[in-house]
T-cell receptor, first 112, second 114 residues
Framework: QKEVEQDPGPLSVPEGAIVSLNCTYS??????FMWYRQYSRKGPELLMY????GNKEDGRFTAQVDKSSKYISLFIRDSQPSDSATYLC????????????FGTGTSLTVIP | NAGVMQNPRHLVRRRGQEARLRCSPM?????VYWYRQLPEEGLKFMVY????????ESGMPKERFSAEFPKEGPSILRIQQVVRGDSAAYFC????????????FGPGTRLLVL
């Protein structure tokens, strides 16, 4: 079983739609949860991070963490064509070393 | 404020040659991480370094791969006697401290082994 599972998609939505991206994980020691956006042939760009359970909002992006279900989500409101990218979830914990554990990424296309 | 710099961006090597990948962390960052990304796979941790120290190399293959972060200059990931299976994108990330949530990534080096 992989440490972090993420549906690779691809996901295609019309402009203005609400997008939901999700990851599940198996290691209960994870405490820090990150979302990265990666454009084609570029490096991952940190979008959001949350600590432990709860919600965090930043503009059109909302990150949710449910540690009891080992499930995290990223919501994108009013999606734009410029949001078309691969979205990677990442996780770490104080007892899991300094590495991040990444999902395989979900490819998103927002159609104008 | 320059981000994480990596060079070269693209590197082509023939089997058996050496590949050297360089990473300059963000200004003020003293912690460097190397990850490898294979097609259809997520980023996989390789090694974590601070200046002049390897802190965690649990993700590094036991042979042919080495990394350093000298007192002066960039961090180097060295792959000796490359094989076709080494073809991948190699990303460097940096953080200001050993914080869990603030690793910033460079643009990557895409290695192609012929």
């Amino acid at each position: 079983q992989k440490e972090v599972e993420q549906d690779p998609g691809p996901l295609s939505v019309p402009e203005g739609a609400i997008v939901s991206l999700n990851c599940t994980y198996s290691n209960s020691a994870f405490q820090y949860f990150m979302w990265y956006r990666q454009y084609s042939r570029k490096g991952p760009e940190l979008l959001m991070y949350t600590y432990s359970s709860g919600n965090k909002e930043d503009g059109r992006f909302t990150a949710q963490v449910d540690k009891s279900s080992k499930y995290i989500s990223l919501f994108i409101r009013d999606s734009q064509p410029s949001d078309s990218a691969t979205y990677l979830c990442a996780m770490s914990g104080t007892n899991t070393g300094n590495q991040f554990y990444f999902g395989t990424g979900t490819s998103l296309t927002v159609i104008p | 404020n320059a981000g994480v710099m990596q060079n070269p961006r693209h590197l082509v090597r023939r089997r058996g040659q050496e590949a050297r990948l360089r990473c300059s962390p963000m200004k003020g960052h003293s912690h460097v991480y190397w990850y490898r990304q294979l097609p259809e796979e997520g980023l996989k941790f390789m090694v974590y370094l601070q200046k002049e120290n390897i802190i965690d190399e649990s993700g590094m293959p036991k042979e042919r791969f080495s990394a350093e972060f000298p007192k002066e200059g960039p961090s180097i990931l060295r792959i000796q006697q490359v094989v076709r299976g080494d073809s991948a994108a190699y990303f460097c990330a940096s953080s200001p401290g050993a914080a869990q949530e603030t690793q910033y990534f460079g643009p990557g080096t895409r290695l192609l082994v012929l």
